[in-house]
């Protein structure tokens, strides 16, 4: 057990109290919304994402704003991946630490709390229950990169709602603006449009994660992504799921990364593993190593669109990857990816508008990419067509587009291109071309 005067000389490192702290670059959109969420005094405030998608920085900035308009002191900060807490890591440090932050630090007043990566703290849900129910002189903000946080078991334990605030990579405008690409008139859009395009290859050849966007030099950002990703597999889902079989894991999840963009079942995955492994795999171990990989943002799966929900359990989904960056370090040449690459990137930030979508397909196999839902009937229709100056591609584009138009009774479309923009009226429907950098902007 950790004396209260070595919690306090561990976590002052990383506190507005113990030193300066860097709190990068901020992201106005997100922290405007974890201020408005922090109002509500008896919900907790849940922050989630992958790992290095810049929530320890968001917390960072929040508390900052806060401590320029309260005390330094009236706020704490706590990463529950610190090394020197990893022998720790029990309820019980949790009293501790809150218990030296008042000892030493905070005795009275009003305290604002940051618990970054508290899946790493087993029943953690019961201690911030507990806070809730005392009624503590505090606001606690959880975060980790973890989907299970949000889980309806442990909102069922906290009192009050369970406010979700899901942390992305950033986006194409964030990029823009780490770049110091920035938009002062309506027009400069379009005056700026060939440095737009220049920076959106950069972004989706090594995507938003905040510090890879920030270095400059490539082999560096080509190391921080391979970093981000092996620590994805070996913490976020061996450590933390105490699985033994590293190799199966990372072959699976390198095999759905290298199938970006594409429809997969669980059944073909284990066929494609058993092949290469020359041995039986369990479909069990398969369905969890995708599950643990959705949980941890890495990956995440899109369904068909049918109102039968059978149809939606027979089909097989379709596999993306939460950064493009991820992708180029795991799967093949970036070059020959770049229509895939557009389809992912326009399916991320789709998730990141918080859209519910699906893609459509009958059975001459014709396919649209998204559908896009709004109170639960399809709202939008959108193709991702990299190349539709090619007339035998847009045709079957165009086409299946207006098949699943006239299914689905939607005449929302939109073709997301690489550059051709313009609207076109096709069997009698109008169809809206723009390219992905101007999408991205919208």
């Known amino acids: 057990m950790l004396s209260y005067e070595e919690i306090v000389k561990i976590i002052s490192d990383l506190n507005l109290w113990g030193r300066v702290q860097e709190t990068g670059i901020d992201r106005k959109d997100y922290l405007k919304t974890i201020s408005e969420f922090s109002g509500a005094k008896e919900d907790a405030v849940v922050i989630v994402g992958i790992r290095r998608s810049g929530k320890t920085y968001l917390t960072r900035q929040f508390l900052k704003n806060i401590s320029d308009k309260t005390k330094k002191e009236q706020t704490l900060y706590v990463n529950f ?12 440090l ?12 905070n005795r009275n007043d009003f305290a604002w709390i940051v ?52 942390v992305f990579p ?99 995955i284990r066929n494609i593993i058993k092949d290469i492994f020359k041995r039986q795999v369990s479909p069990n171990s398969i369905l969890d190593i995708l599950k643990y990989a959705e949980e ?31 992708i180029n370090i795991v799967s093949l040449k970036f070059s020959d990816n770049l229509g895939k690459i557009y389809e992912n990137t326009v399916a991320i930030e789709l998730k990141r508008r918080s859209k519910e979508i699906y893609y459509w397909k009958d059975s001459q196999q014709r396919e649209v990419d998204f559908v896009v839902i ?40 939109w073709i997301i291109t690489y550059d051709y923009e313009n609207e076109e009226i096709f069997d009698g429907k109008n169809i809206k071309y723009i390219p992905l950098w101007k999408w991205l902007l919208i």
């Open 296 to 326: 941890t943002y890495l990956l995440f799966f899109v369904p068909v669109f049918s109102y039968k929900i059978k149809d939606q359990k027979l089909y097989p989904k379709k596999i993306y990857c939460i950064d493009s960056g991820l």
């Open 94 to 105: 949790l009293d501790e630490i809150y218990s030296a932050y008042r000892t030493y630090i």
């Open 81 to 92: 991946e610190d090394p020197k807490l990893d022998l720790h890591l029990s309820l019980s």
């Open 170 to 268: 950033i986006s194409f405008k964030e990029f823009l603006y780490f770049s110091k690409v920035e938009f002062e008139k309506d027009y400069d859009i379009l005056v700026k449009s060939e440095e737009i395009k220049r920076n959106l290859h950069k972004y989706l050849r090594y995507g938003g994660f905040p510090k890879v966007a920030l270095e400059e030099n490539e082999n560096l950002k080509k190391e921080y992504l391979k970093e981000i990703f092996e620590g994805i597999v070996y913490r976020d889902i061996l450590a933390r799921h105490k699985i033994k079989d590293a190799r199966l894991v990372k072959a699976v999840v390198e095999f759905c990364i290298n199938y970006f963009s594409s429809l997969m079942s669980a059944n073909k």
């Open 374 to 413: 709004e109170d639960k009937e399809p709202d939008r229709l959108i193709q991702v067509c990299y190349d539709v100056e090619n007339p035998e591609t847009k045709k079957r584009e165009t086409f299946a587009l207006i098949k699943a138009s006239e299914e689905l009774k939607c005449e929302n479309l």
């Open 115 to 166: 618990l970054d990566e508290i899946q790493n703290i087993p029943v953690w849900e019961k201690w911030v229950r507990l806070m809730q129910e005392k009624k503590e002189n505090v606001k606690i903000l959880l975060s980790g990169s973890s989907s299970k946080l949000l889980s309806a078991e442990f909102s069922s334990v906290l009192t009050g709602r369970c406010l979700k605030i899901e």
